[in-house]
């Protein structure tokens, strides 16, 4: 039962906040299939992956120096924020090689990032929820495990992960080799380098004290990254006015169409306007940032084919939306 309730908790409030992360995504939604492999690979992949290799590292920082408090510091401090990024960054970076199609702006990079992290939190939650929360001090532990996991620090791991989205996105908006080779490994070594940083941090205070001023460093960081975010969307609100006043001009879609698609809700409230009308808006988003790609970048990966192609299909759903 215990095992249950921690499983209950340790992914569902990971789905709600993917739900949200999804959400944010304003004007150019990413595909839901593309986000649940991100997830799954974030619970499997990178959270298995780092259970054992952690495990492993810690065994044998042990073995060498013969002290347990070398081997939870070395582990926690220096061996997992690389093992746990590296792992969760591999899948953003999939989907950077395989679907760069799909990685049409910055907030895409973070979409992919905290999606990712969420995932991996999920897994790495039901753990610490069973095991250090009801294995050592019952369902008061259990629940005091919650509320840390799932409230206190829930967004740590898509908020570390998302520095790397960002990484792949600038080299994927960015014609300059330097910068595409560049920019995925300093994403990288962000995440690691905060990663690292709240793992040691609380650790060296100690205590309730260490916990909650390194919870308020990390909540300052959320605030600094949603920040950031709500600026992109304005950004990408700018890419959608901008690129699809040509569309209007020339008929494609109407005057009252065209302020519909610059609108925040749009996306939301579509869904309850049918199918149609909802990939009519889906449509004109991805339109406007293919438009601005090959502005910014000519036509890489077939640009001005997939402008045409998505023109058409507006314009046989232009009639139907509402």
């Avoid at 290799?53 to 939870?72: K, L």
């Avoid at 909540?219 to 969307?233: C, D, H, P, V």
């Avoid at 406007?288 to 502005?295: I, V």
Wanted: charged share 15%; with cysteine; net charge neutral.
């Amino acid at each position: 039962m215990a095992f249950l309730v921690s499983l209950f908790f340790g992914f569902v409030p990971m789905f709600l906040y993917s739900a949200f992360v999804y959400w944010v995504d304003r004007y150019e939604k990413e595909p839901k299939a593309l986000l649940g492999a991100a997830f799954f690979w974030g619970v499997v992949i990178a959270a298995g992956g780092a259970f054992i290799i952690n495990t492993m590292f810690g065994m044998g920082i042990y073995i060498f120096t013969n002290s347990e408090a070398a081997a939870d510091f070395g582990t926690t401090s220096i061996v997992a924020p690389f093992v746990e990024e590296i792992l969760k960054g591999l899948a953003v970076g999939i989907v950077f090689l395989m679907f760069r199609k799909e990685f049409d702006s910055v907030l895409d990079g973070i979409i992919y990032g905290g999606i990712v992290g969420l995932g991996f939190a999920a897994t790495e939650n039901t753990l610490y929820i069973y095991r250090n929360g009801y294995l050592e001090g019952g369902w008061g532990g259990l629940f005091l495990l919650v509320f840390i996991r799932v409230f206190v620090v829930g967004w740590m791991h898509a908020f570390f992960t998302a520095f790397t989205g960002i990484g792949f996105a600038i080299a994927r908006l960015n014609r300059n080799i330097l910068i595409k080779i560049a920019a995925p490994f300093v994403g990288l070594g962000i995440a690691i380098s905060i990663h690292a940083f709240h793992n040691t941090f609380g650790g060296l205070i100690g205590g309730l004290g260490g916990l909650a001023l390194g919870s308020l460093l990390d909540w300052f960081g959320w605030a600094i990254m949603l920040g950031f975010i709500i600026w992109l969307i304005g950004y990408e609100r700018g890419i959608v006015k901008r690129q699809l006043v040509e569309e209007m001009n020339s008929g494609l879609i109407s005057p009252a169409q065209y302020q519909k698609a610059l609108s925040p809700w749009t996306l939301t409230t579509t869904s309850l306007s049918g199918r149609a009308t909802s990939r009519f808006y889906h449509l004109c988003g991805e339109l406007a940032h293919k438009k601005e790609q090959l502005k910014r970048l000519g036509d890489e990966s077939g640009n001005t084919a997939r402008i045409e192609a998505l023109r058409k299909e507006l314009a046989t759903l232009a009639p139907l939306a509402r």
